[in-house]
C-alpha cells in the first residue's frame, strides 16, 4: 500500500516549517522585520562584523537570498558594510547602533514565541524533538 500523503515526512517537515515561519513572523510584525532578517539580526548579535560568506554558512542561506535581505537590513539602518580594513576586497556586515538594540528585543521575543510555540509538547517531547531535528539536518547523504 502506498505511503499517504498526509504520512510523507517531507510533507510533515514542509507544513512543520511552515506553521513555525508564520509564527514567528507573526511575533515580529510590529517590529517590521521578517523571520529571516530576524535571523540574520540574531546571528550578527552573536558574532558582530563577519564576512557575507560566514554568516551565510552561519544561516544557511544561499549567496543571492542573503545579499537581498542584507540589502533590505541595510536600507532599513539596522547594518552596514564596511571595508576590511587590511583587505580591500572584504566587506564586513555590522550592526548599526539601532541594529544593535534590536537585537535584545528580537531574542526576547524568539525566547517566548520558542515557548509558546512548543507548549504542545512537555519537557522530554521538546527535548526529543530538538534532537530529531539535529539528526534530520545531519543527513548527508543526498542523491
Do not use: Y
Amino acid at each position: 500500500m502506498p505511503l499517504k500523503v498526509d504520512d510523507c515526512i517531507f510533507f510533515m517537515l514542509a507544513r512543520a516549517s511552515q506553521a513555525g515561519a508564520r509564527f514567528w513572523t507573526s511575533c515580529l510584525a510590529d517590529l517590521g522585520i521578517t523571520a529571516v532578517q530576524a535571523m540574520v539580526l540574531n546571528f550578527l548579535g552573536d558574532q558582530d562584523s563577519v564576512t557575507s560568506k560566514e554568516l551565510s554558512e552561519r544561516t544557511g542561506l544561499d549567496g543571492a537570498t542573503l545579499t537581498g535581505v542584507l540589502d533590505r537590513l541595510a536600507h532599513s539602518g539596522l547594518i552596514e558594510r564596511q571595508r576590511h580594513p587590511r583587505d580591500r576586497r572584504a566587506i564586513h556586515i555590522c550592526l548599526t547602533p539601532d541594529g544593535r538594540r534590536l537585537v535584545p528585543r528580537i531574542q526576547q521575543r524568539l525566547d517566548k514565541a520558542n515557548a509558546e510555540f512548543l507548549s504542545v509538547l512537555d519537557g522530554t517531547e521538546q527535548k526529543a524533538l530538538r534532537q530529531m531535528l539535529r539528526a534530520i539536518r545531519g543527513v548527508s547523504h543526498l542523491p
